[in-house]
């Protein structure tokens, strides 16, 4: 007998039409499907007419699920992993049994479809073409703000999840540790209640802390910041004659003020080039 394929397969976020055929053939096919919560999955199965057996495999029980998930796949079955929504192995278990099942030499195949995090991306108006994911920071305000803090000169667009509970804590301290930067709060992506929210993060933070709650999934986009560019004195005075006109010491004066450079320093560079 040979081996079951793994399969990882994308869910919708909310909408159920929003999952692709080849996801309802594979979760047919399959021997059993491991999923994180039954009673989210089964609205997928129903709405489909797919009567595959569900098995549950989460946080809390992955070691001893996902050992009978590979002894299952070892023994030829096939098996489709789920996520409550979107595509699996992502800020959930799902990557720890995936790399179990390479470990066991069992050949594994990705169904593509949602993913709350790209999804939020590319509505969110901020730059697309350079990211990086985050998923959620620690819960506790600490080493949430720590979290922030290391982040706090990435330059890339920034991507997080967060509860609904700790929502408007992690506003109040992107605001004071990020600045004004432009933002994105989507909360429950292709659903009936979907909402975005955009602006800096003070407008943000100050919208949800009117709130008296915040319910559902929430996503939450934060621009990267500016990308400074470490110039020698030689490079900046070079820069700054180009269009200048006055005395050399005001131009010094001008300069080092800008930039912090010593003004004697910057003098002598602005006198060394006016004399080429």
């Not at 004066?253 to 800008?258: D, G, L, T, V």
């Amino acid at each position: 007998m040979g081996t079951g394929t793994l399969y990882i397969v994308a869910t919708p976020l909310g909408n159920l039409e929003d999952i692709t055929l080849r996801a309802i053939r594979v979760l047919r096919e399959v021997s059993v499907i491991a999923c994180e919560d039954t009673r989210r999955t089964v609205k997928i199965l129903n709405r489909y007419e797919i009567r595959t057996p569900l098995f549950i495999f989460h946080e809390y029980n992955k070691v001893r699920a996902g050992a009978s998930i590979l002894r299952r796949l070892r023994e030829g079955e096939g098996v489709a992993l789920v996520s409550d929504a979107g595509t699996p192995a992502i800020s959930d278990p799902g990557y720890e049994l995936v790399r179990g099942a390479i470990g066991a030499g069992v050949p594994i195949e990705v169904v593509p479809g949602p993913s709350a995090l790209i999804a939020a991306l590319v509505v969110s108006g901020l730059p697309t073409d350079h990211f990086t994911f985050e998923g959620f920071l620690p819960a506790r305000r600490e080493k949430r703000r720590k979290a922030m803090q290391a982040l706090a000169t990435e330059t890339r667009t920034m991507i997080f999840y967060e509860s609904p509970q700790r929502v408007a804590a992690f506003l109040r301290e992107a605001a004071e540790i990020f600045g004004d930067r432009r933002a994105c709060i989507v909360r429950e992506l292709t659903k009936i209640h979907e909402e975005i929210l955009r602006g800096t993060l003070p407008e943000l933070d100050a919208e949800i802390s009117r709130r008296a709650s915040v319910l559902g999934e929430i996503t939450i986009v934060i621009g990267g910041g500016v990308k400074t560019v470490e110039l020698s004195a030689e490079e900046i005075v070079a820069a700054a004659l180009e269009d200048a006109s006055g005395s050399s010491r005001d131009l010094a004066r001008e300069i080092a003020e800008r930039t912090g450079l010593s003004r004697k320093e910057v003098y002598a560079e602005i006198l060394r080039q006016r004399q080429k």
